[in-house]
């Protein structure tokens, strides 16, 4: 389907016994879905279409729990933000630490690329989901994740409204009028998030984005190199240990990050190359030997080396934008009557 397309998907039009499997199928990229009780049977209804770059989309939803964790971030690769304009119902969250809790009215922001776990209850909201460059320009590089914008507030009455615009005009909009409205659309969400985040000076923020970016592109480069430390990019960026630090000051530190992504690229390694052997992989990613990157990689996602090469990896990965995305949810969803039908 092209994703330009309105995609509508609803459990209404499967069996109740398969309604909690086809759901969480077709959630599997955002997060692992599951009713409040083994007892209950989700029930939602979504209707999407892309607008240029981003996805907006119209949802009403049962109770339900949703997690993502750091092994299925490294799994599916979806990086981007979502921003959910709660019309009813109620959310209880946890984002990498920060507790958020969503009333009607309220706007939610989640950052896929960062684990969170949530309570909601039944209702409805309209979602836009949106690729990160233009949010992490307008903020500088800070992490928004877990930001709410409050119900009543100017710059929150804004973005509902022309979110709720997008979503109500979807069917209709010609795709030369929706590409027109791309990137205004996306800096005007970008801009009131941004407005939520405490205050830092413009040309400090612009700078701190810049030399965040080449940092983390450095320490992609660099992933199989032993040397690859703190001390390394003290060196290289000719600063102080304190001013590198200061730079990530959401991620408990550099050597953290320098970890994180060392065992997120292994992890796709153990998919994408099956031939090697996990020792291979520990010393391709700069592992002193496979018990230690065992152990690390235990400890961040909750399984082995060994269990997460069994586990199914995402197409996400080869298309993380959010036309992948899109194309998920449609592919999905033709896969399971596929199969259902034999």
Same mark, same amino acid.
């Given at each position: 389907m092209p994703s330009s397309e309105m995609l509508t998907l609803t459990t209404e039009e499967i069996s109740i016994r398969d309604r909690n499997e086809f759901w969480a199928t077709l959630a599997a990229p955002f997060y692992r879905l599951t009713p409040p009780t083994k007892d209950d049977v989700v029930q939602a209804h979504l209707e999407s279409r892309m607008f240029g770059s981003f996805m907006v989309g119209r949802r009403r939803f049962s109770a339900r729990k949703c997690v993502r964790d750091r092994a299925m971030i490294a799994r599916n690769g979806l990086d981007g933000y979502q921003l959910d304009f709660f019309v009813k119902g109620a959310l209880i969250g946890d984002?990498?630490?920060?507790?958020? !809790?969503?009333?009607?009215?309220?706007?939610?922001?989640?950052?896929?690329?960062?684990? +969170? !776990?949530?309570?909601?209850?039944?209702?409805?909201?309209?979602?836009?989901?949106?690729?990160?460059?233009?949010?992490? !320009?307008?903020?500088?590089?800070?992490?928004?994740?877990?930001?709410?914008?409050?119900?009543? =507030?100017?710059?929150?009455?804004?973005?509902?409204?022309?979110?709720?615009?997008?979503?109500?005009?979807?069917?209709?909009?010609?795709?030369?009028?929706?590409?027109?409205?791309? +990137?205004?659309?996306?800096?005007?969400?970008?801009?009131?998030?941004?407005?939520?985040?405490? =205050?830092?000076?413009?040309?400090?923020?612009?700078?701190?984005?810049?030399?965040?970016?080449?940092?983390?592109?450095?320490?992609?480069?660099?992933?199989?190199?032993?040397?690859?430390?703190?001390?390394?990019?003290?060196? +290289?960026?000719?600063?102080?240990?304190?001013?590198?630090?200061?730079?990530?000051?959401?991620?408990?530190?550099?050597?953290?990050?320098?970890?994180?992504?060392?065992?997120?690229?292994a992890y796709r390694n153990l998919h994408q190359s099956r031939s090697d052997s996990i020792t291979t992989i520990a010393h391709k990613y700069g592992f002193s030997s496979s018990n230690q990157f065992l152990r690390a990689f235990r400890r961040l996602y909750g399984i082995t080396p060994t269990e997460a090469r069994r586990m199914p990896m995402s197409p996400l990965v080869a298309d993380p934008d959010v036309a992948g995305l899109s194309s998920h949810l449609a592919t999905a969803r033709q896969n399971w009557f596929s199969a259902k039908l034999g």
């Open positions: 984002c990498d630490g920060t507790e958020i !809790k969503l009333n009607p009215g309220d706007i939610g922001v989640w950052d896929y690329a960062q684990p +969170h !776990k949530d309570i909601q209850s039944a209702g409805a909201s309209v979602m836009i989901y949106m690729p990160r460059d233009q949010i992490d !320009k307008a903020t500088g590089g800070r992490s928004a994740h877990g930001t709410v914008l409050r119900a009543g =507030q100017s710059s929150t009455r804004i973005i509902t409204n022309l979110a709720f615009g997008f979503a109500d005009v979807m069917a209709d909009i010609p795709v030369k009028d929706a590409m027109m409205m791309d +990137h205004a659309a996306i800096d005007l969400f970008a801009a009131a998030v941004a407005g939520r985040l405490p =205050q830092a000076g413009t040309s400090d923020a612009t700078m701190h984005q810049t030399v965040r970016r080449q940092i983390v592109e450095f320490i992609d480069n660099h992933l199989g190199d032993t040397e690859l430390v703190p001390d390394m990019l003290v060196d +290289h960026f000719r600063m102080s240990r304190a001013q590198l630090y200061r730079m990530f000051p959401n991620r408990n530190g550099i050597a953290q990050i320098i970890r994180e992504r060392r065992l997120a690229a």
